[in-house]
């Protein structure tokens, strides 16, 4: 007769046959292999690191200050914060766009006047509407547009003013490192009719993220064309160079004005033939006519103190009948202090 299981047999079974699937399913689990972006050696990377981390910084500034505008002109809780900034071409960010996008070009005129692209401004219809919506009266908040939006020509001119106020921030940002004019140029309504710049030039898009009170939030991207930023980089590695030759100059000048105002001034220069040490006994009885061992050779080499600070060693000798001390050479430099 086979032998019957009890139903803690059977429950004991069953649970090291659970464990058993579990500890294989854990041995059998790949694990996630760490994927790495291809380098393109066709079109290699133009800016390092550090130029793309001014950029953020620049750009970061620029937020703040957009925050201040945004919660000034719609009255409302706004915050911008910059989530990238990313190399590319532009035909990546052109093929990006929608034939309904909007895109707003601002002229850039550089201290040297060079010609220059024109930045690139795009802002999702989502939050543009919001911000129109505002401006028009209404919350902001059930606008019924997507990102095939239309705008009608009347949402342009306000399309238009709100945008100036964010470009004519540019200028301010920018201040710290190079004085350039940025205007705003005129708003693009199909982006595939603009060639202002070349498919194939490098450019850094800024990628901003706008939150308008509670529930609406967009992206901003500002495209920043490679000769515009080839032009900038250039001048400032100019002005670096300059302000650092014209500190040079500075500290030559001054070190020369502070030697005029004090070249008149006296100082007491002193030749020490040398140092002895007696005790309190043998100076309270010294008399005229006794003589002190200075533990010096003869021709040994006095010290020319000047200001209380040795300067210069040199000889004991004559000059005009007088006791004078021949300069032979400079003290040491821990000496010379």
Known sequence: MAEVLSQSQIDALLHSMQNADVEESKVTQPQPTKTYRKYDFYSPKKYTKDKLKMLKSIYDNYARIATSQINGLFRVASEVEVIGVEEQRYYEFGNALNETDVITLAKAELQDHSKNPPMVFLISPILMGSMIDRLLGGTGTDTGVDGSYVYTDIEIALYESVIKHLIAITKDVWSTYIHMDVEFGWVEENPSMFQGISVDETVVIVMLRISLGENIEGAMNICLPGTLLFNIFDIIEKTKHLADKDNSHMQR???????????????????????????????????????????????????VHVAGQPWFKGKLGVYNKNIAVKIEERAEEKNAG
């Open 253 to 303: 000048d001054n070190q020369e004005e502070i030697l005029e105002s004090i070249k008149e001034s006296e100082m007491e220069v002193m030749a020490q033939l040398g140092v002895a040490r007696l005790n309190l006994d043998d100076i309270y009885n010294l008399h005229v006519g006794d003589v002190i061992d200075l533990n010096k050779p003869q021709d040994s080499a006095v010290s």
